[in-house]
């Protein structure tokens, strides 16, 4: 069984269009994530959530939220997509505890901006 | 060296050998480190952590170690195998790790046959 899923793996729209990636776990964790890995390889945390709080990256823009329907998902929502939106969004689930933070990632989402 | 296509640092060693990858990372207050291993097309993969309470920790053919007065972490990976070639990175946590894992910036492992 997969840990955690994206759909879809890839992702190809014009500018300004508005598009949603989903993230599931089934790994029972309290808190998810979205990174966003560019071009070069360099992957930066844009949200974090669990079910009392969201932190988010304040570089991220605002067209950018995080949608969490219940503990098991997290879905990015992309408002009026830009051509630097382009880039390969990961999704991760993480269980804290005295062991450690092990976070879980999913496949990733290939998004390419026209 | 350098790859330009990636923008990586990147370490080739034969197959076999021992390799040695590194990472400083950035804030002083950071108490939980892992090393991820990402191979092209997939999302990263735990290879092992560590806490800032220690300075060595060994895992199967991995090593990593912690050294808090410079901020480095080492991934030491022995007898290095084809399957090891993929980009490593070096994350970095505080606390309860709500505000996400921090990331290095990569490097590019080729096993050479």
């Known amino acids: 069984d997969t840990a955690v899923s994206q759909t879809p793996k890839y992702l190809v729209t014009q500018m300004e269009n508005d598009k949603s990636i989903k993230c599931e776990q089934n790994l029972g964790h309290d808190t998810m994530y979205w990174y966003k890995q560019d071009s070069k390889k360099f992957l930066k945390i844009m949200f974090s959530?669990?079910?009392?709080?969201?932190?988010i990256n304040e570089t991220v823009p605002n067209r950018f939220s995080p949608k969490s329907p219940d503990k098991a998902h997290l879905n990015l929502h992309i408002n009026s997509l830009e051509l630097g939106d382009s880039a390969v969004y990961f999704c991760?689930?993480?269980?804290?505890?005295?062991?450690?933070?092990?976070?879980?990632f999913g496949p990733g989402t290939r998004l390419t901006v026209l | 060296g350098e790859s330009v296509g990636l923008h990586l640092p990147t370490l080739s060693v034969q197959e076999g050998d021992n390799s040695i990858i590194n990472c400083a990372y950035s804030n002083s207050a950071s108490d939980y480190f892992i090393w991820y291993k990402q191979e092209s097309g997939k999302g990263p993969q735990f290879i092992i952590d560590?806490?800032?309470?220690?300075d060595k920790r060994q895992g199967q053919r991995v090593t990593v170690l912690l050294n808090k007065t410079v901020k480095h972490l080492s991934l030491q990976i022995a007898a290095t195998q084809p399957g090891d070639s993929a980009v490593y990175f070096c994350a970095e946590i505080m606390g309860g790790g709500a505000d996400g894992l921090t990331f290095g910036k990569g490097t590019h492992l080729i096993i050479q046959p």
């Open positions: 560590i806490r800032s309470n220690m």
């Open positions: 959530y669990n079910n009392k709080e969201l932190i």
């Open positions: 991760a689930s993480s269980q804290a505890s005295v062991l450690g933070n092990e976070q879980f």
